[in-house]
């Protein structure tokens, strides 16, 4: 059976990209995998956050992962800073890694933007980190969203030039899985733009806690364009949107993958019943499917912070599991390293 890790970080507005990009995969990858799943608090604090708003943001994280379906009890649930072994072995990382890779990271550089010499370290290396948590484990397989993928390449990167460093096969070259039918959900008021936390206006994302009002009100102002829905001749032979009509029409491209993948059909069936509907009819049917599958999430993982105690319980039986698991391979890795065990 190969192991799977993934992370998501507690820097607030947990999103709908979040949910279909990444964490409902987690879900279904539960049984055919051992799984490990992170509250990635050390990845958030690259950015600054309020210590306060972090501890409930961490719960927030947590909740998600339980309201979405994620079973405690077979997966494990934790928040990296209790696993010391990810912060250790990222320092290892950072003298395996190169400048020059970094340097290449298109994350770094859309955070950073115009104020990189003020950028924190830590978001310089934040690449590396995202390595040693899933090397940590020796995990086989990584879900994420299509925005991961790079760091994904890196994180292999960094294994097989651990490996040859060092003369081993010790490190697994990890695999994402990027699936679903929307790996990269777009902002709802600009179509060229990811849907982020960190976008400034609340009406860019579906927040997994919206109310029902609230993810209607999202979907009646989401951006359109004047023409009525397309037909089948915007997708290509595999299924997906032809790159020319995702380039004329993000918007559109961007809804009915939303709806696609909230309805749990393909791109050409959303397409087959929504040909030549105005967006208005077509942003009612969205709604309905969005409260739908949303709603109760939203409402269970606010009865899950109501009780952080409990929260909190999951998180140290998932902290003692993962450390389990950590502290052989970090071991064996100070071991092919060269450090010295007292
Ligand atoms: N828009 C998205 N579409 C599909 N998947 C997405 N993910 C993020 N945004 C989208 C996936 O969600 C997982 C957790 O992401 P993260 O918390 O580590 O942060 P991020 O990738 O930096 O995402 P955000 O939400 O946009 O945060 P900010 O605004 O802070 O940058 C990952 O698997 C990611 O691929």
Redesign the pocket.
């Known amino acids: 059976m190969g192991r799977i890790f ?4 507690p ?1 607030g ?3 709908l ?2 949910y ?4 409902r995969n987690f879900v279904q990858l539960q049984g055919d995998y051992e799984c490990i799943y992170c509250v ?1 608090d050390l ?1 958030a604090i690259t ?1 600054w956050q309020d210590p306060t708003k972090l501890r409930a943001q961490t719960r927030e994280i947590a909740a998600a992962f339980i309201a979405a379906g994620i079973d405690p009890i077979n997966s494990i649930i934790f928040n990296q800073s209790q696993v010391p072994a990810h912060a250790e072995l990222a320092w290892i990382f950072n003298c395996v890694a190169r400048m020059g890779w970094l340097n290449r990271m298109t ?1 770094f550089k859309d ?1 950073a933007g115009k104020h990189r010499e003020n950028a924190s370290v830590g978001l310089y290396v934040y690449p590396d980190l995202m390595a040693a948590d899933i090397l940590t484990y020796k995990a086989t397989h990584v ?6 993928k790079q760091h994904l390449e890196l994180t292999r990167d960094i294994a097989q030039k651990f490996n040859n460093d060092f003369e081993t096969d010790f490190f697994p070259l990890t695999e994402p899985l990027i699936f679903g039918a ?5 902002s709802l008021r600009d179509g060229s733009k ?6 400034e206006s609340d009406l860019s994302r579906i927040n997994m806690t919206d109310t029902d009002d609230e993810i209607a009100k999202k979907i009646r102002k989401a951006k359109t364009d004047p023409d009525p829905l397309p037909g089948l001749d915007c997708l290509i032979e595999n299924g997906q949107f032809e790159p020319a009509f995702e380039r004329a029409r993000p918007e559109a491209a961007n809804l009915i993958s939303i709806y696609a993948a909230l309805a749990g059909v393909s791109l050409s069936a959303a397409i087959g019943e929504t040909e030549g509907q105005q967006f208005s009819d077509f942003k009612r049917l969205l709604t309905d499917v969005a409260v739908e599958k949303l709603a109760p999430i939203g409402s269970e993982m606010r009865r899950l912070q109501d009780a952080p105690d409990h929260l909190d319980e999951i998180l140290r039986d998932g902290r003692q599991r993962a450390n389990a698991i950590a502290q052989p391979i970090l071991q064996d890795v100070h071991q092919i390293v060269g450090f010295l065990r007292p």
């Open positions: 993934s992370g998501v970080q820097t507005n947990l999103h990209g979040n279909l990009g990444a964490i990635v990845h950015l994350q955070k879900p994420v969203g299509e925005d991961q929307a790996t990269r959900v777009m990811k849907m982020s936390k960190s976008e």
